[in-house]
Every structure is written in structure tokens, then in C-alpha cells.
């Protein structure tokens, strides 16, 4: 019989290629990682480091231009930048702001809260606006009109950056008068809130009904 003091069998040490011993799974989870001087290090658990908000935006946001502006003064020229930005929802809310910066990221910014704060809400019939309608901002007119399902946003380069940010799907427009890029983005921004739905529109029949009313 075997004695029961003696002790078992000793594993045999698994070597790597290296020359070095394998350190089993059990051991590892035991050991401190240290540095060159001994010491443990400690995890990283910096706070500095803001993890990336995937929520959704309420609002959508597109720079249209951004311009360098120049302004002389007694040392010579100060450059800032001027940029002209449109926020909307992808349904009947939208905005336009124009702000100044020192650089181009500090004037997209300001332009962005002007435009959130300027923010209107217009009236929509299903895809397009309500009725025809043409606004006139200083120098610059544009004509918007209604369009048929499936006809797409057919205008310029300013007004399809506003439009783009609303539920509008479905228009026609042209710009008649000045070509500067700020006058229009304001001209689209009055003739959309000017749109009135057509169960408040005063049609020719009504007017008769009353009319006749009145006569008897």
C-alpha cells in the first residue's frame, strides 16, 4: 500500500518557446501588472474622455457658406469669418442664423444658436407647401410653387439646403432677384412662413355665399 504521507506527483511545468514557464489561467488572474520600477500600475480610468452620444439629434444642421470677412482698423486688417447656417427637424421646423467668428468652428457655432432660436413653423399639405407663394428679401425674390408626388425638390443651391432640413418633398422654385446667398435663405424662411392650409383659405365661392346672405 502506498503511504499517504507521500506527497502526489508534481505536473510537469509547460515551457514556452521562449524558455520561459506557461503561467496557467488560475495564477494569471493573481498577478499584478507592475512597472519597470515595481510598482503596481493603476487602471485607466480617466473621466476626461467623453464617450461618443450616439442619441439621435433633434435637430439637423447644414452650413450653407461660410465667408472671410476683413475690417480695417488703426493696426491694419482684422479677418473674421461669417457663416450661414440652417437647422430644421425633417418636418415643418426650420431655421436660419448668420454669425461672426474669429475662426470658422467659433462662427458655426454662434450661427447654429441663432438659427435654433429664429427657428419657425409652417404649415405643410402632405409633401409640399400649401399654395404658391413669392417673397422678397432686400435685393433677393423667390418664387416657390406646390408640386405633384414623385417631381422632387427642383431649385437652387440655397433653397435646397433649407427645403432639404424640412418634410418638404415635393416643390418647385426659382430665384428671380438678387444672387446673394444670405437675402435668399431668408427669403425661403418668409415665403414658408407665410403658407396658410387650405381649410383657412378664403376661396371666391365663400365670399358669394356671404354675398348672397347679405343681399337677402
Known amino acids: 500500500m502506498a503511504d499517504a504521507n507521500t506527497t502526489a506527483p508534481k505536473q510537469p511545468k509547460v515551457v514556452n518557446k521562449s524558455g520561459t514557464l506557461k503561467m496557467t489561467d488560475e495564477v494569471a488572474a493573481t498577478k499584478q501588472t507592475r512597472d519597470m520600477s515595481g510598482r503596481p500600475m493603476r487602471k485607466n ?8 452620444d450616439n442619441t439621435p439629434k433633434e435637430f439637423e444642421e447644414i452650413t450653407i457658406n461660410i465667408d472671410r470677412v476683413s475690417r480695417t482698423v488703426k493696426g491694419g486688417r482684422r479677418m473674421r ?87 418638404i418633398k415635393n416643390l418647385i422654385s426659382k430665384s428671380l432677384g438678387s444672387t446673394n446667398k444670405v437675402n435668399i435663405a431668408y427669403a425661403v424662411i418668409e415665403g414658408l412662413r407665410q403658407q396658410v392650409p387650405r381649410a383657412k383659405w378664403n376661396t371666391t365661392i365663400e365670399k358669394n355665399k356671404t354675398s348672397k346672405k347679405e343681399n337677402k
Open 45 to 52: 480610468t480617466r473621466r476626461d474622455r467623453v464617450k461618443a
Open 81 to 167: 469669418f461669417k457663416a450661414l447656417v440652417a437647422v430644421g427637424n425633417k418636418k415643418n421646423k426650420v431655421g436660419v442664423g448668420v454669425a461672426k467668428g474669429g475662426d470658422v468652428t467659433t462662427a458655426v457655432q454662434k450661427a447654429v444658436r441663432v438659427a435654433k432660436k429664429n427657428m419657425i413653423t409652417f404649415n405643410l399639405n402632405e409633401e409640399t407647401i400649401c399654395h404658391e407663394v413669392e417673397t422678397k428679401t432686400t435685393g433677393a425674390r423667390v418664387l416657390m410653387k406646390p408640386a405633384a408626388p414623385g417631381t422632387g425638390i427642383i431649385a437652387g443651391g440655397i433653397v435646397r439646403s433649407v427645403i432639404g432640413l424640412t418634410g
